[in-house]
């Protein structure tokens, strides 16, 4: 079946019927469905160019996002296509993962190989920007001058299969290490795993304010200081709590607030998104060991698959995870007589693309 592939500026409103549409007809991940996508457009207001893949009907076989931007590199700015990102850093905060077409099944590298040669005929860009991308994505295979992998981060996770059938020992998963510091926060927080509720409408607003609160002065380039940012989460939080796609959960015990977890909810798996923890109670506390293996005991209840931390090299991730994957963040450069002299320099300075 022949696809071919177009690039338009689609009305809003007929794009999340035609997304959505496809949805239906996709295994794709969380973060090229509507709800991500949906809100992340109308949270920040960004305009990027729709890529459609069609067959010889019309019908859509697969859609994703191209934003295009002049992008600052250590020679100037360079006409640079982002694979649904805006090229904006603001715009881009959310950082989308497991990146991609958003695929009929079945249709993954015909589709593919058509957005690749659509791309290729554009001749109003020198890079192709393709952030949290499978190590295996088809789209790699661009043809390209130079194909730079920026980044690479590993994607720990829990097996809640593995979980059940430890009996739902989690513990017994995890080093001996670990184990003791869980059990010792478990004492400090008076011999139990903390309760767990789930928000509500009008619980939104107030725990996510909670939630910026805790990280306030955390991390030296804090998401929750953006206020893009947190209306990005408030908005993606309200549009997924009805249909189940997100959970806003909070931790809580006799001694008050533990912390509060944003979750993504996706074909009988747990993403964990963002996150808040209360200031540790004791020298040895560990809210957020504390809070994640309450979260693993209640999503394996729940008969969930997985429960994954997402790209992040923090050593909690791994020390939390029963197996993990990788995801990567490539840009694949067209020869310009500007990027050449940039590889030039960056092999003669030793120096990575940032």
């Not at 005929?121 to 992998?149: E, H, I, T, Y």
Request: proline residues 4%.
């Amino acid at each position: 079946m022949a696809l071919t592939a177009t690039f338009s500026l689609p009305d809003r409103a007929a794009l999340a019927g035609r997304w959505q549409a496809l949805e239906a007809q996709s295994d794709a991940a969380f973060f090229l469905g509507w709800t991500w996508t949906g809100s992340w457009i109308d949270s920040y207001g960004v305009r990027p160019e729709l890529l459609a893949v069609s067959d010889a009907a019309g019908r859509d076989v697969a859609l994703a996002l191209v934003g295009h931007a002049m992008v600052p590199r250590l020679l100037g700015r360079v006409a640079t296509l982002c694979l649904n990102q805006s090229g904006d850093v603001a715009a881009d905060r959310p950082y989308v993962e497991y990146n991609g077409l958003m695929v009929a099944r079945g249709q993954d590298d015909a589709a593919a190989a058509a957005a690749m040669a659509a791309l290729t005929r554009r001749r109003d860009w020198r890079v192709l920007r393709l952030s949290g991308v499978a190590p295996d994505s088809p789209l790699l295979g661009l043809a390209a001058r130079r194909a730079v992998r920026v980044d690479a981060s590993p994607v720990y996770q829990v097996d809640l299969d593995a979980v059940r059938g430890a009996g739902g020992d989690y513990l017994s998963l995890l080093s001996a290490n670990t184990r003791s510091q869980i059990r010792r926060a478990i004492k400090d927080h008076g011999g139990a795993l903390p309760d767990i509720a789930r928000a509500e409408a009008a619980d939104i607003a107030p725990w996510l304010a909670e939630m910026a609160a805790l990280n306030g002065g955390r991390h030296a380039d804090n998401a929750w200081d953006d206020a893009g940012f947190r209306g990005f989460v408030a908005m993606i939080v309200a549009r997924g709590l009805e249909s189940g796609a997100v959970d806003l959960l909070r931790f809580t015990d006799a001694g008050g607030v533990v912390g509060l977890l944003v979750n993504f909810v996706h074909r009988g798996q747990a993403l964990n998104y963002q996150s808040a923890f209360a200031d540790p109670r004791t020298a040895k506390d560990k809210p957020g060991l504390l809070c994640h293996t309450a979260a693993v005991a209640h999503y394996g209840g729940r008969g969930l698959t997985l429960y994954s931390l997402l790209a992040g090299k923090d050593r909690y991730k791994q020390s939390l995870s029963t197996r993990e994957e990788q995801l990567e963040w490539w840009q694949l450069e067209r020869f310009s007589p500007r990027l050449e002299g940039e590889a030039l320099l960056r092999r003669v300075l030793k120096r990575p693309v940032a």
